[in-house]
């Protein structure tokens, strides 16, 4: 079935620091590739998305791009800030039958920005 | 704020019990799935409906079951519970629930059971 990689964590940087964190997907078809973050006691919010190869997606300084020869999505930043401290989830949606589809998760990243 | 919504926030249980999860999808959003996320699994998928009725099926347990009700909310059940069913239950929607379509999630039931 189709899987998600990601780059063990946690991750510690410090402010204005640039940051990466890996992605890697084993997928049939050409799925959309997803970031979630999770803040601390809270939920999944999507930070960016593409749906076709080259594709960049980008939110709130972050940016992503649609790597189909070497099947990556890595998410990276300029300049973090503490407030970027969370869980950082890449997914892709798989399709299932009936023409739905669910998403299928990595383990995580956890990213601790100190001042 | 997603717009969907989960009730309760936390729930505490005991073994053997048996506990409701509620979620109320995005307005206009026909499509709610239900996704569990647990230190040892991680986020996995559990169900899907469409506008009533199921669509697609994951990694739920026959203990578990859900369903979606006429003005589009849906509830998962989940019964005697195992100390191993504690864990973070997501509920999200979409609009049609179609391949690539984009997921937006709830705050999450965060479900203890001792």
């Known amino acids: 079935g189709n899987s998600v990689t990601q780059m063990e964590g946690p991750v510690t940087l410090s402010e204005e620091a640039f940051l990466t964190i890996n992605c890697t997907y084993t997928a049939t078809g050409y799925p959309s590739l997803f970031w979630y973050v999770q803040y601390p006691g809270e939920g999944l919010q999507l930070l960016l998305k593409a749906t076709k190869a080259d594709d960049k997606g980008s939110n709130k300084g972050f940016e992503a791009t649609y790597r189909k020869e070497t099947t990556s999505f890595h998410l990276e930043k300029g300049s973090v800030q503490v407030s970027d401290s969370a869980v950082y989830f890449c997914a892709l949606s798989e399709l299932t039958q009936g023409g739905s589809e669910k998403l299928v998760f990595g383990k995580g990243t956890k990213l601790t920005v100190n001042p | 704020d997603s717009g969907v919504t989960q009730t309760p926030k936390h729930l505490i249980t005991a073994t053997g019990q048996r506990v409701t999860l509620r979620c109320s999808p995005r307005?206009?959003?026909?499509?709610v799935y239900w996704y569990q996320q647990s230190l040892d699994q991680g986020l996995q998928f559990l169900i899907q409906y469409y506008n009533g009725e199921e669509r697609a099926k994951g990694n739920i347990l026959e203990r578990f079951s859900a369903q979606q009700f006429p003005d589009l909310h849906s509830e998962l059940n989940l019964s005697s519970l195992e100390l191993g069913d504690s864990a973070l239950y997501f509920c999200?929607?979409?609009?049609?629930?179609?391949?690539?379509?984009?997921?937006?999630f709830g705050p999450g039931t965060r479900l203890l059971v001792l």
């Open positions: 999200a929607s979409s609009v049609r629930g179609r391949y690539q379509e984009t997921q937006y």
């Open positions: 307005s206009g959003d026909l499509s």
